[in-house]
């Protein structure tokens, strides 16, 4: 497995940006897939976007597509989510998490995630 530190989380008004970074170490990030997930208050974990393992390939849930945009610099272990327009049906605690194997296509579901991070909290206030 893989350790994902995640930050950058925070408090931003409604109509801000916020980015987050997810730190990697203990395996070689750059042969896996990412994604980042995210889970608010009383409802189930939901993806929201998830990069190829070269960077080549994104792919976004609908309700962030066109105001959020994944990123990765392998040569950092590191994966971004910059999330632009901001609102308050965003607030949740996001995760990152690495795929369990290694050169696959892009997935939404958690199961096809082996290693997670602990969560930063992202509160968008209206």
């Known amino acids: 497995q893989v350790q994902l530190v995640e930050s950058g989380g925070g408090l931003v008004q409604a109509g801000g940006s916020l980015r987050l970074s997810c730190a990697a170490s203990?395996?070689?990030?750059?042969?896996?897939?990412m994604g980042w997930f995210r889970q608010a208050p009383g409802k189930e974990r939901e993806f929201v976007a998830a990069?190829?393992?070269?960077?080549?390939?994104?792919y976004y849930a609908d309700s962030v597509k066109g105001r959020f945009t994944i990123a990765r610099d392998n040569a950092k272990s590191t994966v971004y989510l910059q999330m632009n327009s901001l609102k308050p049906e965003d607030t949740a605690v996001y995760y990152c998490?690495?795929?369990?194997?290694?050169?696959?296509?892009?997935?939404?579901?958690?199961?096809?995630?082996?290693?997670w991070g602990q969560g930063t909290q992202v509160t968008v206030s209206s």
């Open positions: 998490a690495a795929d369990r194997n290694p050169f696959r296509t892009l997935y939404q579901e958690a199961l096809e995630y082996d290693s």
């Open positions: 203990g395996r070689t990030l750059s042969r896996y897939a």
């Open positions: 990069i190829s393992w070269s960077g080549g390939s994104t």
